[in-house]
Nanobody
Framework: QVQVVASGGGLVQAGGSLRLSCAAS????????MGWFRQAPGKEREFVAA????????SYADSVKGRFTISRDNAKNTVYLQMNSLKPEDTAVYYC????????????WGQGTQVTVSS
């Protein structure tokens, strides 16, 4: 089992920045992919970014490319999502998730953290 806990959400003005954290615990993570997703009111959950514990620079949704950066600290078992140049349309509940590399679906989900961007 893998447990993931997301934190760091809050209220920020448009153009501002926030950094989300996802602390992972449980099994070893070298073969896991960590992802960030978000769900805005009335909309479906959407992919934001993902990164492997074992290496690589990450992948991003087109809507956040150039503004968001996903990174990891293997020593702390923590994945971060640095969000810059935030827009009101980034307002959503952000979720951290984990899955084994190669699997289609994410198996482990955190509780979500609210990000609100005011105009």
């Amino acid at each position: 089992q893998v447990q993931v806990v997301a934190s760091g959400g809050g209220l920020v003005q448009a153009g501002g920045s926030l950094r989300l954290s996802c602390a992972a615990s449980g099994r070893t993570f070298s073969t896991y992919l960590m992802g960030w997703f978000r769900q805005a009111p009335g909309k479906e959950r959407e992919f934001v970014a993902a990164i492997r514990w074992s290496g690589g620079s990450g992948s991003y949704a087109d809507s956040v490319k150039g503004r968001f950066t996903i990174s990891r600290d293997n020593a702390k078992n923590t994945v971060y999502l640095q969000m810059n140049s935030l827009k009101p349309e980034d307002t959503a509940v952000y979720y951290c998730a984990a899955k084994l590399v190669g699997r289609l679906d994410y198996d482990y989900w955190g509780q979500g953290t609210q990000v609100t961007v005011s105009s």
